[in-house]
């Protein structure tokens, strides 16, 4: 069994019952699965509960709200059984520790997002991120989300968040390297589609573990 495996699977697929056949066949190689809005509006808020029973999930909703409304939505996805969640930082201090605070009180992981991976992030992420992961940073997070597209931001971005952990998307259909995302230094590696959309993702996974070990 391969745990510290550094990948997290990011499940945007439709279909209750592929992404349990995928979570099945590939929890072995993977250390969480992420879900976001795709797989939870297809499937239902217990999908996450179902998943969690075979590796621990990370609720990908990018709760970007006042105070009050992110402690609600944080509270559903954790009390559905998740072990992580992901707020956007740029909506501020306040909301982003309600984020963190939900997370701590369900022992579970909350990650704040700096820079995205798509090209559209330079427009106005790009010129704050170093701003967003400091506030990340204050409000405690237990890690940050930063773009395997951009692996220079990753270098910048470890050097305002230290230890805590990057985790990365864009890797493989987005263009990123996981090499190149985990020497500039992510701890984890996000993939969704190279994998999920592959006719062999047991095989995809494989590839990706064998280029990064
Ligand atoms: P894929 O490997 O198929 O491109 O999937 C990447 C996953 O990471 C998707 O779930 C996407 O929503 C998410 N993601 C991203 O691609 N870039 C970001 O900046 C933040 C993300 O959460």
Redesign the pocket.
């Known amino acids: 069994m391969i745990r510290n495996s550094r990948l997290i699977l ?1 499940l ?1 697929v439709l279909s209750r019952e592929r992404a349990l056949d995928l979570a099945s066949a590939l929890k072995d190689r993977i250390d969480y699965v ?1 879900v ?1 809005y795709p797989l939870i509006l297809a499937a239902g808020l217990d999908i996450v509960e179902k998943i969690s029973s075979m590796t621990p999930v990370i609720a ?1 909703l ?1 709760i970007a709200d006042i105070p009050n409304t992110s402690t609600l939505i944080s509270e559903q996805v954790l009390a559905a059984g998740a072990s992580g969640i ?1 707020a956007h930082a740029f909506v501020g201090k306040d909301s982003l520790s309600a984020c963190v605070d939900a997370a701590r009180e369900h022992g579970a992981l909350a990650f704040a ?1 700096t ?4 090209p559209g ?1 330079v427009e106005f992420m790009a010129p704050v991120a170093e701003r967003l992961a400091r506030l990340a940073a204050e409000c405690d997070v237990d890690g940050v ?1 930063a ?1 395997a597209t951009r692996p220079e931001r990753i270098s910048l971005i470890r050097s305002i968040v230290g230890d805590r952990a990057i985790i990365s ?6 263009g990123g390297s996981p090499r190149a995302a985990l020497e500039a230094g992510a701890d984890y590696l ?5 994998i ?1 959309d592959s006719p062999n993702p047991a095989a995809s996974a494989d590839a990706i573990l064998k280029e990064i070990r």
């Open positions: 990011a945007d992420k976001g990908d990018k992901v997002v820079e995205m991976s798509h992030a989300v773009p998307p864009g890797v493989g259909t987005q996000i993939v969704g589609r190279s999920t």
